[in-house]
């Protein structure tokens, strides 16, 4: 069975910091995609951040520079590392996994952010 469990959100004040963590199960981690979407109330969900089986990274224009996405394909987990939040950052956080050169994919259950003073 497939699982993607989110961790790590939480309230923060503008120009804190926050270390998301995504634990897969049940996944050959390695071969496999993994991405941070976010979702704020009203708004469509929306890619964060990506990491490739190989260790290429994407960044939304909105958050370079700020988060960064790594692996641990020994521990089957992936990170996003924020940093200069800002309140325009509040969204439910999601992980996703894709099978690489598949449509196979997989959402986690989201963890919340949430950046206010």
């Known amino acids: 069975q497939v699982q993607l469990v989110e961790s790590g959100g939480g309230l923060v004040q503008p120009g804190g910091s926050l270390r998301l963590s995504c634990a897969a199960s049940?996944?050959?981690?390695?071969?496999?995609?993994m991405g941070w979407y976010r979702q704020a109330p009203g708004k469509q969900r929306e890619l964060v951040a990506s990491?490739?089986?190989?260790?290429?990274?994407n960044y939304a224009d909105s958050v370079k520079g700020r988060f960064t996405i790594s692996r641990d394909n020994a521990k089957n987990t992936v990170y996003l590392q924020m940093n200069g939040l800002k309140p325009e950052d509040t969204a439910v956080y999601y992980c996703r996994r894709l099978i690489a050169g598949t449509s196979v994919a997989s959402w986690g259950q989201g963890t919340q952010v949430t950046v206010s003073s």
């Open positions: 990491i490739t089986s190989g260790g290429a990274t």
């Open positions: 049940g996944i050959i981690f390695s071969i496999n995609h």
